[in-house]
T-cell receptor, first 114, second 114 residues
Framework: GENVEQHPSTLSVQEGDSAVIKCTYS??????FPWYKQELGKRPQLIID?????GEKKDQRIAVTLNKTAKHFSLHITETQPEDSAVYFC?????????????FGTGTRLTIIP | EAQVTQNPRYLITVTGKKLTVTCSQN?????MSWYRQDPGLGLRQIYY???????DKGDVPEGYKVSRKEKRNFPLILESPSPNQTSLYFC?????????????FGQGTRLTVV
């Protein structure tokens, strides 16, 4: 199946600075890469996704970049704020399935230091 | 309101006592799945279902059962719980196919087996 590796496992960033989380995947046929955010005690929720026909997608302070050749994608958060503190999961679709069957990374705990 | 509802939210049980965690969605999604979340291991899939009466094993199915008799419900059954099944469990649902396959998660069930 798909193998998704996520780094770092923990990340502390000064408020206002940028944060970057990276993921690699194994199946070169994968074409959909979502990111989920899980606030403390809450459920994971989709915050942004990217499809393989584009190299970058932005939504206000968050962006995702994709390098299909290297099989990695990254989440970028600029001008970080306290509410960005959460666990972030990347994901990629399982081979031989549609985009509904996802393999998740192990998560990154992001802490924003006031 | 579109939602996935799990019950109970918290459960403490003893080894060997059968239990069921319920999951229900009101979005008419075909795809439903169960995950367990453990520190450092991320979200690992236990079982999934592509539609009514169609279920299959995920990555960590040992010790679990599921059923999909109705499209909206996808209960998780632990026939004989053991302490290594102490974990945070999430149910999720999504559409199959199309551009929007966002996974919607339930609130989570924190299970402790003593």
């Amino acid at each position: 199946g798909e193998n998704v590796e996520q780094h770092p496992s923990t990340l502390s960033v000064q408020e206002g600075d940028s944060a970057v989380i990276k993921c690699t995947y194994s199946d070169s046929a994968s074409n959909y890469f979502p990111w989920y955010k899980q606030e403390l005690g809450k459920r994971p929720q989709l915050i942004i996704d990217i499809r393989s026909n584009v190299g970058e997608k932005k939504d206000q302070r968050i962006a995702v970049t994709l390098n299909k050749t290297a099989k990695h994608f990254s989440l970028h958060i600029t001008e970080t704020q306290p509410e960005d503190s959460a666990v972030y999961f990347c994901a990629a679709p399982h081979p031989n399935f549609g985009n509904e069957k996802l393999t998740f990374g192990t998560g990154t705990r992001l802490t924003i230091i006031p | 309101e579109a939602q996935v509802t799990q019950n109970p939210r918290y459960l403490i049980t003893v080894t060997g006592k059968k239990l069921t965690v319920t999951c229900s969605q009101n979005m008419n999604h075909e795809y439903m799945s169960w995950y367990r979340q453990d520190p450092g291991l991320g979200l690992r899939q236990i079982y999934y279902s592509m539609n009514v009466e169609v279920t299959d094993k995920g990555d960590v199915p040992e010790g679990y059962k599921v059923s999909r008799k109705e499209k909206r419900n996808f209960p998780l059954i632990l026939e004989s719980p053991s302490p290594n099944q102490t974990s945070l469990y999430f149910c999720a649902s999504s559409r199959i196919g199309g551009l929007n396959t966002e996974a919607f998660f339930g609130q989570g069930t924190r299970l402790t087996v003593v």
